[in-house]
């Protein structure tokens, strides 16, 4: 059983960089796609950021492309997602999810394995 944990995340001021980390243990996540969601309050879970188990591609959200930038690290299994020039509208807890996947897709219902989540608060 693979477990997420999510981390990185807080409070910012609008402009303002975070970078979130998600730490996967319990076995390899090699051959899995892995994303970043997010879910805002009173919204549905959205789809943030994907990378390929190879790092080979990437496919980001219209709102936050250019801005974020999602990398993974499959030795140290870490998935990163730095995020700079953050706006208001990016104040959400932050998920991270793993498919076994050869491409990223965005459906959140394709993901099987979930963090618990980090909040980002960005102040105006």
């Known amino acids: 059983q693979l477990q997420l944990i999510e981390s990185g995340g807080g409070l910012v001021q609008a402009g303002g960089s975070l970078e979130l980390s998600c730490a996967a243990s319990g076995r390899s996540f090699i051959s899995y796609a892995m994303s970043w969601f997010r879910q805002a309050p009173g919204e549905g879970r959205q789809f943030v950021a994907g990378?390929?188990?190879?790092?080979?591609?990437?496919r980001y959200a219209d709102s936050v492309q250019g801005r974020f930038t999602i990398s993974r690290d499959n030795g140290q299994m870490t998935l990163l997602l730095q995020m700079n020039n953050l706006k208001p509208g990016d104040t959400a807890i932050y998920y991270c999810?793993?498919?076994?996947?050869?491409?990223?897709?965005?459906?959140?219902?394709?993901?099987?394995?979930w963090g618990q989540g980090t909040q980002v608060t960005v102040s105006s």
């Open positions: 999810a793993t498919l076994y996947s050869a491409v990223v897709v965005t459906g959140v219902e394709d993901y099987d394995c």
């Open positions: 990378i390929t188990w190879d790092g080979g591609r990437t």
